[in-house]
């Protein structure tokens, strides 16, 4: 799942965004309120961390212009935790208000309950299916065929990924960015070696096989008859 954070201070950003990459989220950021705004609507997300003291505009300006295109699931963050700015925040669109300072367990069990809420099927949201193979995005847990499979962090992030773009061709590069959030040169091959890892778990006990080299492209995760 992609979350977008705004945050201005940088050590709670730093602090946030790790935390919820040891959970398995992608995350992208903004530390003001103009080029969160413009990274909200121009891309999908499946929620988004929004501190309300931010430059440029603020996170109530920004939650107010969100919501004139998007309703993307909005968690806001504030010092300021009296009830008028809950209340302000609320009556604007936001989902769930966390005063700081706050725990990044607290956090974390907020937003996946945001998530789980996104829809009236929250199964459609927190699994994804492939075949015969089933994700859980919310428990971290793989299972196919109706047996368990334990993957490391970086191994269910990389078959998460996989799975979201399920029939998309993903190229090495794209992959490295993405679970790595590293700028990787074209023929490193710390991706290589991790396809391999979970083919050995995903695939390698299966007649059926559903993660597969595309030659010169890269991989993709599907169910081919």
């Known amino acids: 799942m992609k979350i977008l954070l705004v945050e201005d201070e940088i050590k709670t950003s730093s602090y946030i965004t790790m935390a919820l990459r040891e959970q398995g989220f992608v995350v992208d950021t903004a530390h003001d ?9 121009e891309y999908d997300y499946d929620a988004i961390i929004l501190d309300v003291m931010l430059p440029v505009i603020d996170g ?31 009556r604007l669109g ?17 937003l996946q309950a945001l998530l789980r809420r996104r ?29 368990r499979i334990d993957l490391t962090q970086k191994e269910f992030a990389l078959l998460s990924l996989l799975a979201r773009h399920q029939g998309q061709v993903m190229s090495k590069m794209m ?35 559903l993660l597969h080299t595309v030659r010169g492209m890269g991989y993709v995760l599907e169910f081919r008859d």
Not at 33 to 41: E, H, I, P, T
Not at 60 to 87: C, F, I, N, Q, W
Not at 132 to 147: E, K, P, Q, S, W
């Open 33 to 41: 309120g103009r080029d969160g705004l413009f990274l909200a609507v």
């Open 60 to 90: 109530y300006e920004m939650l107010a212009s969100l919501r004139e295109s998007k309703r993307t699931p909005v968690l806001m963050l504030s010092a300021r935790g009296s009830l008028d700015e809950r209340v302000k925040g609320l």
């Open 94 to 110: 936001a989902d769930d208000y966390l005063p700081k300072p706050f725990s990044l367990t607290e956090l974390i069990a907020r």
């Open 119 to 147: 829809s009236m099927d929250s199964y459609d949201i927190a699994h994804l299916q492939v075949h015969d193979l089933t994700i859980d995005l919310l428990a971290r847990r793989v299972i196919r065929d109706g047996n």
């Open 175 to 209: 992959i490295a960015e993405q679970v790595w959030d590293m700028n990787f040169d074209s023929d490193a091959n710390v991706v290589e070696v991790a396809i391999k890892r979970l083919r050995t778990k995903v695939d390698a006990p299966w007649e059926v096989k």
